[in-house]
């Protein structure tokens, strides 16, 4: 059974920096991607950020790019975001997901096999 269990989030203020971490296990090689996706208080769940384990290729939200590095170890377990230049409007709970071979993509909801707990992040202006 794949599990992922995140790390890091907490609170910081506008401008500052938060590193998030997912630890997956489970899986046997079979993963197709990852991706990190956040909710806001009254707003629709949306992806921020995917990693695709094949290519290593990478996709950002426009809302995120140029401040946001998803990657991962080489060992493949864990993913990493790092969340640069911190605004207000990244105040969310953040989760890891994953969704294995076998068709379709980390870039919705419904596609997603696993979910990790989630994690939040607040920022402050």
Known sequence: QVQLV???GGSVQAGGSLRLSCAASGYGGS???????????GKEREGVARFYFGTGGTYY????KGRFTISLD?????????????KSEDTAMYYCAAR?????DCNTETNIN?????TQVTVSS
């Not at 696993?114 to 989630?118: D, N, R």
């Open 6 to 8: 995140e790390s890091g």
């Open 31 to 41: 993963m197709y991607c990852m991706a990190w996706f956040r909710q806001a208080p």
């Open 61 to 64: 939200a426009n809302s995120v």
């Open 74 to 86: 080489n060992a493949g377990s864990t993913l990493t975001l790092q969340m640069n230049s911190l």
């Open 100 to 104: 294995l071979r076998g068709g379709g």
């Open 114 to 118: 696993y979910w990790g707990q989630g």
